[in-house]
Nanobody, 121 residues
Framework: QVQLVESGGGLVQPGGSLRLSCAAS????????MGWYRQAPGKQREFVAV???????NYADSVKGRFTISRDNAKNTVYLQMNSLKPEDTAVYYCNADIRRGQGTTYIRYWGQGTQVTVSS
């Protein structure tokens, strides 16, 4: 099966930086878009950033200028560099990816288990 595993979350001071990683593993044929969502306590999951296989990038307005998404396709990994972090960035961050499995035809949306990011003084 295909799995996405996030890492890099933790506790950081306001104004600090954190870098999240999400590595896909398993029976992977190809990966199209990879992206990040987040869910704060008491709120619904919201879009953060996405990178397509063609390197087209889109960010939520709330993170533009502060977050940077990037990919290492050779490692099936997507990153989220988060700078100038604010308390309102506190959330569980989830990676997703559209993946065609090794012997499959259809691209399927997979989700990671989430990694906690806490921004607090």
């Amino acid at each position: 099966q295909v799995q996405l595993v996030e890492s890099g979350g933790g506790l950081v001071q306001p104004g600090g930086s954190l870098r999240l990683s999400c590595a896909a593993s398993g029976s992977i044929g190809s990966i199209n878009a990879m992206g990040w969502y987040r869910q704060a306590p008491g709120k619904q999951r919201e879009f953060v950033a996405v990178s397509t296989s063609g390197a087209s990038i889109n960010y939520a307005d709330s993170v533009k200028g502060r977050f940077t998404i990037s990919r290492d396709n050779a490692k099936n990994t997507v990153y989220l560099q988060m700078n100038s972090l604010k308390p309102e960035d506190t959330a569980v961050y989830y990676c997703n990816a559209d993946i065609r499995r090794g012997q499959g035809t259809t691209y399927i949306r997979y989700w990671g288990q989430g990694t906690q990011v806490t921004v607090s003084s």
